[in-house]
């Protein structure tokens, strides 16, 4: 269950439609789907993509997305430091990012520019869609880190990052990620 946060000006939402309309509202797209399936460590991506096929089939094909694969990050992934560097500056893609949380959590971070810049805490369940070109970063946690997500594709090579050099996320760099009340 996600939390958005706007840290200048100290909100907070953990309502989802609250964060749906809010989403909604600026062009990226957020869902939550039934994430009920438990896996092992050692579940394999072709297991992890079947137990969500229900779901995963017609959004893809609803989407003209022709591929997906499984990115598990935790706290044994070799040369994770360089890994989350690489999607802490701030930058675009020349296509959508999607991820559907079938475990664990990241925080991503918008800069729209016209608003102040926000983030959502994705966890379990959450599915979120960054349009082509958003300035965007990602971060799974200095520490003790742990995602486990479906990532969809029209082409792989619209992953590769744009970075902006805008600096922005250093502004960010000490924000606590929100902790769920209850």
Request: proline share 4%.
């Amino acid at each position: 269950m996600a939390i958005l946060s706007i840290p200048t000006e100290q909100i907070t939402i953990s309502d989802p439609i609250e964060i749906r309309t809010f989403f909604n509202d600026r062009g990226i797209f957020f869902d939550q789907w039934v994430c009920d399936v438990k896996f092992n460590d050692n579940a394999t991506q072709d297991e992890i993509l079947a137990a969500y096929s229900k779901d995963l089939d017609p959004f893809m094909k609803n989407g003209g997305y022709l591929t997906a694969d499984v990115i598990s990050i935790n706290s044994l992934t070799e040369n994770y430091d360089a890994i989350r560097n690489k999607f802490l500056a701030e930058h675009i893609h020349t296509e959508d990012e999607i991820r559907f949380f079938v475990d664990g959590q990241g925080l991503f971070w918008f800069n729209l520019e016209t608003e102040p810049v926000f983030n959502l805490l994705c966890e379990k369940g959450d599915l979120i869609s960054v349009p082509v070109g958003t300035k965007h970063w990602f971060d799974a946690g200095e520490m003790n880190p742990f995602v486990k997500a479906i990532r969809i594709f029209i082409d792989m090579s619209g992953w590769v990052p744009h970075y902006t050099n805008s600096g922005i996320e250093q502004t960010f760099h000490d924000f606590k990620t929100p902790k769920r009340v209850g």
